[in-house]
């Protein structure tokens, strides 16, 4: 079975950074493009980075110039580096991944089990 794993978030105050990691375990798959959306309580889930397999990004327009999506395919990992943290940037952050598994000619999508980050003073 393939999992996505999360980690790297936590409390930070305004303005300092954090460095979220998600990692693909598993034998037998292929991934395609990957990204990390974001929920705030009592809002709806938003994608925050998208990155595909040969590098093309997507930030929201929230994030840009702060945050910066990048991945290494052969590691089977994607990270997100954020900067100059805000306190509306806190949410529960998700790793999401368009993984095709060694038995199926169907891509899915996968996701992890969701990071928290709370950004405040």
């Known amino acids: 079975q393939v999992q996505l794993v999360e980690s790297g978030g936590g409390l930070v105050q305004p303005g300092g950074s954090l460095r979220l990691s998600c990692a693909a375990s598993?034998?037998?798959?292929?991934?395609?493009?990957m990204g990390w959306y974001r929920q705030a309580p009592g809002k709806q889930r938003e994608l925050v980075a998208g990155i595909s397999v040969g590098g093309n990004t997507h930030l929201a327009n929230s994030v840009k110039g702060r945050f910066t999506v990048s991945r290494d395919n052969a590691k089977n990992s994607v990270y997100l580096q954020m900067n100059s943290l805000k306190p509306e940037d806190t949410a529960v952050y998700y790793c999401n991944a368009e993984i095709r598994p060694g038995w199926s000619t169907a891509w899915y999508e996968y996701w992890g089990q969701g990071t928290q980050v709370t950004v405040s003073s």
């Open positions: 598993g034998t037998d798959f292929s991934i395609n493009r």
